[in-house]
């Protein structure tokens, strides 16, 4: 069914529920892997335009280690995850990149806003509904460690 999995990851809870689903559909359909961070670039540009002069490149190194330890906790479940490491809006770079690789199905977390935080933001899924030519899964069912072990456990 899918051939290539674009799988989206911040860290966040909701990043780490689409990590699950998507090592799921991946280990059921045998598909190849794709495990994307985005590090904003408003952080940094934030941080020049202030004066702030904060720590670019250990920010850059935070969102490395975190690529890093996904791909460390897929391959631990039998995935051979390929990581990339982006700076750029992050809906438009996930576009990007789905785009780029020609991903089945692209998985990204969702985060509920109320109407007003909605309606200002710009939406990740909104852009990547109308900029990808694949399937998009908006993850929201938290999977229990039990279930998980179940169904993809860690192998030796």
Not at 82 to 109: M, Y
Request: with cysteine; hydrophobic share 45%; glycine share 8%.
């Amino acid at each position: 069914m899918y051939k290539t999995i674009l799988l989206a990851y911040d860290g966040s809870r909701e990043g780490l529920m689409a990590l699950r689903e998507g090592a799921l559909l991946a280990k059921t359909c045998a598909a190849k892997v794709v495990l994307l961070s985005v590090i904003p670039h408003a952080t940094g540009a934030a941080e020049l335009a202030a004066g702030v002069g904060g720590d670019l490149a250990g920010e850059t190194q935070d969102y490395r280690d975190l690529l890093n330890d996904a791909v460390i906790w897929a391959k631990q479940r039998g995935l051979n995850p390929i990581p990339k490491l982006v700076v750029g809006n992050p809906a438009r770079s996930i576009g990007s990149v789905a785009n780029q690789i020609a991903a089945d199905l692209v998985v990204v977390g969702h985060r509920r806003k109320g109407f007003l935080e909605r309606w200002w933001s710009d939406s990740t899924k909104a852009y990547l509904s109308d900029h990808v030519g694949c399937s998009i899964l908006l993850a929201c069912n938290p999977i229990s460690d039990e279930v998980l072990e179940v169904v993809l456990p860690v192998v030796a």
